[in-house]
């Protein structure tokens, strides 16, 4: 599965992680907001998605798809 193909909010999530942001960050950030552990969650269900271990393979999965997307769009 590719980051193209993750739920809208699952894309909202890892767009906020590959910016950096903390889990708490990011679920202030969500509208509506959701708690710190909904954000774990989130988490967990994309790495299995994706095949990924952690959050720095989550970030450069969905960084190379960006790339990607934009190569494919020139």
Same mark, same amino acid.
């Given at each position: 599965m590719t980051p193209s193909s993750l739920s809208p909010? $699952?894309?909202? @999530?890892?767009?906020l992680l590959a910016e950096g942001f903390q889990n708490i960050?990011?679920?202030?950030?969500? $509208?509506?907001? @959701?708690?710190?552990?909904?954000v774990k969650q989130h988490l967990h269900r994309i790495y299995k998605l994706l095949g990924v271990n952690n959050r720095v393979e989550?970030?450069?999965?969905?960084?190379?798809?960006?790339y990607s997307d934009c190569d494919d769009s020139n």
């Open positions: 909010r $699952q894309q909202e @999530i890892l767009h960050e990011i679920a202030d950030r969500l $509208q509506p907001p @959701i708690t710190e552990g909904g989550a970030v450069l999965k969905f960084k190379a798809q960006s």
